[in-house]
């Protein structure tokens, strides 16, 4: 399994937690070990956002694929 394979199963993990909160989150690359995703619906705007993107989603990618240095949210 290729590394981005690897990022968009974790991810794919995490969405119903994120949907539960009426929100989405959609992969749309890995380049050069930076992983850029979109956040949608509620989560597009939420105050806690940079919360979730640090202490839930980039822990989530980095404990499995460590080579991950950021991930960016583009809106």
């Known amino acids: ?3 981005e394979e ?3 199963d974790i991810i794919d993990n995490i969405r119903p937690y994120i949907l539960n909160d009426g929100g989405n989150i959609e992969f749309v690359k890995y380049e050069n070990n930076i992983v850029y995703i979109k956040m949608m619906g509620a989560c597009a ?14 822990a989530a ?3 499995e694929v460590p080579e991950v240095k950021a991930i960016v949210h583009i809106g």
């Open 45 to 58: 705007n939420c105050n806690m956002l940079d919360l979730t993107l640090k202490e839930g989603i980039e």
């Open 1 to 3: 399994m290729s590394k």
């Open 61 to 63: 990618i980095k404990s």
């Open 6 to 8: 690897v990022i968009i």
